[in-house]
């Protein structure tokens, strides 16, 4: 016998356990993948052919399991014991056929009925996916192990009786499976897919859905007719053949997937389609709201509190959220948004009931080439959200990010956002006021606006203040003006930093006088019509217009200038340099760009936030050996490399943040000698404001706009496949939407906390005496584990060859490299070995050597320092290894 792990149900082949997991777990794909389902096996894959091919070849001499304990089951109705779960449900329906009343077995269901179809009917749709947990209390009992004379091996390639497969996977009689309807979802789900994450027309596919019924039903009759021929013959058995016709003809038109494509099936057409979607599938359509209909201006919508109520159905959200709720701050540490003054003074956050933490974002972006002839005629304004409440890092994935509205860039600029975000603002109010239903808590839940994430002129645009940064008071966190950024700097205290009471009186000015005063135009729209939103505290920086497309690429075009105007080397060397380095894993991902030969005349050397990163990360390994010590343009990019990974530091103290304060004032005075004749941008008086910021929002690595902006890959991928620009905001909504309920409906809301698609199994025995040690100790009864060469958890990958950061060592972190990945008790550990480091002030980065310790160590992946892997790369003889961001181990801070 099988036992599957994830329900426990017992099988009798590897065949009908790999059969039960696809029709029956389907819903436990996490991000897509299939999970394998034989016990202890942490294996998942992105394909079904894929996890069989696994199965066959890895757990080929699986025949005979452990033995597992049976469940027996008691009749509540009359106290009949000792059934099976298959006899159970039978045995029920033996009280329904005699029109007694029977109760729902099921917790938390006061549901009863005497009739036996209407309790079929309520168990498939209310109770489909259960387990044994989910049964009332002294229904289910265990009765002992299996008898091993009970037990049966059938090979994968013994023939199995489709009678034994039904009976096996019921839970009741066969007729409850309902099979056609399972299959015609799945056809549905890849129809969907088709069409909305591929991209194909939909002309395309009913064209190919109308051959392929065509095929179906017409020219297979004659393969099928001769082989039910075939087989009767076999058995010998005569028939006549118009019977063997009408059996014939009724197996080519009765399958599922021939009915549900047929001219009268719910798939047929793509009206037919569109509706089978948004009732099975949970497709939340955009509404369309008209701004003036004479001139046929309209914007999308999709319902923020419809949308709210969707996402919170699902139990592991709600159980993230809890979780999160339940976190105990840590004294002077800034790891979340909760951590910081804005949230803390907030009386309507900081309340002990539970409350939903809303996050927008707002953007402008081109949806057709940019320097095309329709550059600006399709630019669309998006504005997303996302649930603030959740973890950190749990909106990397682009499917957790959702659409509120979406217009023409145009129509914001002419009626404003008060009009464009009316019906949004309206679901806030009353989200705010009275709160949404959550069916799993039975309450009404309350939530408001936490913050608004955008770039500097989407902030200024929606907060209402000047979205010109030529003159003026161009700062949105204080009240200085552009003159004097130049000499003045903000740990002087020269500049008033806004507050309410200010903001106040400044936006009275502006509407009395109808002028700009100190910056404001008008009232943030947000401001006007939420209680526990104020625009002075709910705009955070963003550290990717600020520092990796603004700050960083100016001050690396500066310095570059000037070190190949002392002739350390020539802008072809440079480029060589940096197009020839050798990248590896994330780095060759993000590798960055040439520098263009116009870096000079511009001030700067363009390129995305991704490719900035790396460059001035890696810069010291790429030309820090043929630079002196001494180089002023040097020592200034170490600086700002340092401030870089500081700023992206994804927990913070008040000893880091004034670390970080003392930085960025030592970089502006040594940026200015170095430059006198430079003048400082306003995006250099955003980054003096970080360290408040911090202090204020917690981490900015949390808020910035990075993940928001990829999102909008998608929008562009269907305008260049639909190539239809007719109300091409309602066409893209329409499509995001179908593309959410896809991964919605085929994901689980959990991320599998590990994948992996190769395993080695190995007896714990063959490893090395302290590796089997060290295991023992926090795994006493472990027998085997599963080795491999590389595992992703939680978006991560590990490899062979990466180095990790473990404790410290003489004030310095501690560094190892991984020479193998192993999985006990599906949880991540690592052999790892020494190495010993040193910090080199010229590179910024840390010498590795060999260890005198050659002992094979295990680390497990919870006991990090830093999840992020690193790299290690030869500079010359010297082997280096650079941080990726700002690390604290012990209470010693290290880059």
Request: one cysteine or more; a neutral charge; hydrophobic letters at 35%.
């Amino acid at each position: 016998m099988w036992q599957c792990k994830h329900c426990s149900l017992e099988l009798a082949s590897r065949y009908l356990l790999l059969k039960h997991f696809r029709q029956t777990h389907a819903h436990l794909r996490g991000s897509c993948r299939y999970p394998c389902p034989y016990t202890d096996c942490p294996c998942s894959f992105d394909t079904w052919s894929k996890l069989l091919n696994h199965t066959y070849k890895t757990h080929a001499k699986q025949l005979t399991p452990k033995p597992v304990e049976l469940p027996t089951f008691k009749c509540h109705v009359c106290s009949r014991r000792d059934l099976t779960e298959k006899d159970f449900f039978q045995h029920i329906n033996g009280h329904l056929r005699h029109n007694e009343t029977v109760p729902c077995m099921f917790l938390g269901c006061t549901f009863k009925t005497n009739i036996y179809s209407t309790f079929n009917t309520h168990k498939n749709r209310k109770h489909r996916q259960h387990s044994l947990k989910d049964f009332i209390a002294n229904v289910v009992s265990t009765s002992g192990e299996l008898d091993q004379s009970h037990s049966s091996a059938v090979g994968p390639t013994e023939s199995v009786d489709i009678d034994q497969e039904y009976e096996t996977l019921s839970c009741g009689d066969a007729s409850e499976i309902h099979l056609p309807n399972l299959i015609e979802e799945k056809i549905a789900c890849i129809l969907l897919k088709l069409e909305n994450i591929v991209h194909i027309p939909k002309t395309v596919i009913d064209e190919v859905l109308s051959e392929l019924h065509y095929i179906l039903s017409t020219s297979s009759l004659p393969v099928t007719r001769a082989i039910v021929s075939d087989v009767l013959q076999s058995h010998k058995l005569q028939v006549e053949d118009s019977v063997v016709g009408e059996l014939s003809t009724a197996l080519c038109n009765s399958s599922p997937l021939a009915t549900a494509i047929a001219k009268d099936g719910p798939l047929a057409t793509a009206y037919k389609r569109t509706q089978y979607y948004t009732s099975h599938f949970g497709v939340l359509e955009p509404v369309e709201y008209i701004l003036d209909a004479q001139r046929n201006r309209t914007f999308q919508y999709i319902p923020l509190l419809k949308s709210l109520q969707h996402l919170l159905s699902h139990k592991g959200v709600l159980e993230h959220i809890e979780t999160q709720q339940r976190l105990l701050a840590v004294p002077q540490e800034y790891r979340t948004v909760r951590d910081g003054e804005y949230y803390k003074q907030n009386s309507f956050f900081s309340d002990e009931g539970l409350r939903i933490s809303v996050n927008l974002y707002v953007d402008d972006f081109e949806i057709c080439n940019p320097l095309g002839t329709s550059r600006k005629t399709h630019k669309l304004c998006g504005v997303y959200w996302v649930l603030g409440n959740l973890p950190p890092g749990s909106h990397s994935t682009l499917n957790s990010i959702y659409l509120a509205v979406l217009c023409k860039s145009d129509d914001v600029k002419t009626y404003g956002y008060g009009k464009v975000l009316e019906p949004l603002l309206q679901d806030l109010s009353i989200l705010e006021q009275h709160g949404v239903f959550i069916s799993q808590l039975g309450q009404f839940v309350k939530g408001s606006v936490q913050c608004v994430i955008a770039d500097n002129l989407g902030a200024h645009g929606l907060g209402g203040f000047v979205e010109s940064f030529s003159a003026g008071s161009v700062c949105r966190f204080c009240i200085g003006v552009k003159s004097d950024f130049q000499t003045k700097d903000v740990q002087s205290g020269a500049f008033q930093l806004r507050t309410r009471d200010i903001h106040d009186v400044h936006v009275q000015s502006a509407q009395e006088n109808a002028t700009i005063c100190c910056g404001v135009k008008k009232q943030c729209v947000l401001t006007e019509h939420l209680s526990h939103f104020h625009v002075t505290t709910g705009y955070p920086p963003d550290i990717v217009h600020d520092l990796f497309e603004g700050v960083v690429p100016v001050e690396l075009a500066r310095c570059m200038s000037l070190l190949i105007s002392k002739k350390y080397f020539t802008f072809e060397r440079l480029n060589t340099l940096i197009q020839t380095f050798p990248y590896k894993w994330g780095d060759r991902t993000n590798r960055p760009h040439a520098i263009p030969r116009s870096f000079t005349s511009r001030n700067t050397i363009g390129g995305n936030a991704h490719e900035n990163w790396t460059l001035i990360r890696l810069l010291p390994f790429v030309i820090g050996h043929i630079l002196p010590e001494d180089e002023p343009a040097w020592q200034l990019i170490l600086d700002l490399k340092d401030i870089v990974e500081l700023v992206v530091a994804p927990v913070h103290t008040d000893e880091t943040i004034a670390y970080l304060e003392a930085k960025i004032y030592d970089h502006r005075q040594r940026y200015l000698e170095l430059f006198p004749h430079v003048k400082l941008l306003p995006k250099h008086h955003f980054l003096e404001h970080y360290p408040q910021m911090i202090r204020c929002f917690g981490p900015l690595i949390v808020l910035w706009t990075m993940r928001f902006e990829a999102k909008h890959s998608f929008f562009k991928q269907v305008a260049r496949h639909t190539n239809c620009f007719k109300n091409i905001p309602r066409s893209l909504a329409t499509k995001h939407q179908f593309m959410l309920a896809y991964h919605t409906h085929s994901s689980s809301v959990k991320k599998s906390s590990l994948e992996v698609t190769h395993v080695s199994i190995l007896p714990v025995d063959v490893l090395n005496e302290g590796v089997v040690s060290t295991l023992k100790q926090s795994f006493p009864d472990v027998t085997e584990v599963h080795m491999a060469n590389n595992v992703s958890s939680l978006g991560i990958r590990y490899c062979e060859g990466m180095i990790i950061v473990h404790g410290s060592a003489d004030g310095l972190p501690k560094f190892h490299e991984i020479i193998k990945l192993c999985i006990v008790k599906e949880k991540l550990c690592f052999l790892v070995k020494d190495a010993c480091a040193w910090y080199r002030e010229h590179y910024g980065a840390f010498e590795l050597s060999a260890s005198p310790n050659t002992e094979v160590a295990v680390i497990e992946l919870a006991d990090l320092v830093d999840p992020y892997p690193l790299v290690d790369y030869m500079v010359g003889s010297l082997r280096m290894v650079m941080l990726k961001r700002f690390i604290i181990v012990k209470g010693e801070y290290h880059f």
